[in-house]
């Protein structure tokens, strides 16, 4: 039994699949699937059930890999100690992301955080919030930036900001470009969401809820890009992160941006980190050059056709 072998299991059982696990690892299938039998062996039990199309993890299974988590995160966090006693500010950070946030946060603060710590390389991992905070308590990544709320004692959290959210229409649509808009105004609309694990889907559902809106059951995006041009082709409506308008991102042809009158609805951002994590002065003075973000950079636009 060795680490590696470890991580493959934790990799299957985040993935479900032995490609996808193989893929994450950098290794062949085989030669994961080779190292789970090794290990299943070595243990003397079963760990996985081998199903068409995918993967289940035994009673004990599931057991072990809460385990094999534990050793791994534990391991990663005696690399980061020995890291941190030769040059707490250099070294190699992984920073898990949301795909409805870090492709429209990052390209304002890497600049600015290279500056800050030139001597740590940070690498990005982007998924959706419950694969990132599995990763982030098995030490496969150092620090994860989400939406709250997280629930999770073991874990630091440093709210970064308020994101609010716009409402994004075709450029003919009765809401478009209103001066006053109100989250009333959304009562009766069908908005078009995101898929199902996506935390923003169930943001924009508390706000439907709100606001007496339901969601446009015939189709469910992938994706913010998706959702735009969903929009943009008169599909229907939808909410997005303010982030998502701003420059650098291009305009969509078609589509209105419209802000909300007074309060807006909004998502709380932050930055978690596991609270036995040995680089905690690092990750807090990163969280803190991302919190300074560009002025103005958070204000919903005005109402505009893009």
């Known amino acids: 039994?060795?680490?590696?072998?470890?991580?493959?299991?934790?990799?299957?059982?985040?993935?479900?699949?032995?490609g996808r696990a193989a893929a994450a690892c950098y290794v062949s299938q085989p030669t994961l699937s080779t190292q789970i039998r090794?290990?299943?062996?070595e243990l003397g039990v079963t760990l996985?059930?081998?199903?068409?199309g995918g993967v289940l993890?035994?009673?004990v299974g599931a057991q072990v890999v809460e385990r094999a988590q534990a050793a791994l995160s534990a391991v990663a966090d005696m690399e980061a100690?020995?890291?941190a006693a030769q040059d707490p500010e250099s070294g190699i950070l992984q920073l898990g992301v949301l795909p409805t946030s870090?492709?429209?946060?990052?390209?304002?603060?890497?600049?600015?955080?290279?500056?800050?710590?030139?001597?740590?390389?940070l690498r990005l991992v982007e998924d959706k919030t419950d694969a990132l905070l599995a990763r982030l308590n098995a030490g496969a990544l150092d620090a994860v930036i989400c939406a709250l709320p997280v629930e999770d004692a073991g874990l630091r959290t440093e709210v970064l900001f308020q994101e609010p959210f716009v409402l994004a229409t075709p450029t003919g649509h009765h809401l478009a470009g209103k001066p006053d808009l109100a989250v009333d105004d959304l009562a009766?609309?069908?908005?078009?969401?995101?898929?199902?694990?996506h935390c923003l889907r169930d943001q924009a559902l508390d706000v439907c809820t709100l606001a007496g809106a339901s969601e446009k059951g015939d189709f469910r995006a992938t994706s913010l890009e998706t959702l735009r041009e969903m929009v943009a082709v008169d599909v229907g409506i939808t909410l997005l992160p303010v982030l998502a308008v701003q420059p650098p991102i291009a305009r969509t042809a078609s589509l209105s941006v419209t802000p909300f009158a007074g309060p807006a609805p909004a998502r709380t951002m932050a930055m978690l980190w596991r609270t036995s994590a040995v680089g905690g002065e690092l990750l807090s003075g990163i969280a803190d050059v991302i919190r300074d973000l560009p002025a103005g950079l958070l204000d919903p636009p005005r109402a505009v056709a893009e």
């Open 38 to 41: 090794k290990l299943e062996r």
């Open 1 to 18: 039994m060795n680490l590696r072998d470890l991580s493959y299991l934790v990799a299957v059982a985040e993935e479900g699949h032995f």
């Open 57 to 59: 993890l035994t009673p």
């Open 188 to 197: 009766g609309e069908q908005l078009l969401l995101l898929e199902q694990g």
């Open 81 to 83: 100690l020995a890291r």
């Open 48 to 52: 996985v059930e081998r199903a068409r």
């Open 102 to 121: 870090g492709p429209y946060l990052m390209p304002h603060v890497l600049r600015r955080v290279r500056d800050r710590y030139p001597r740590v390389q």
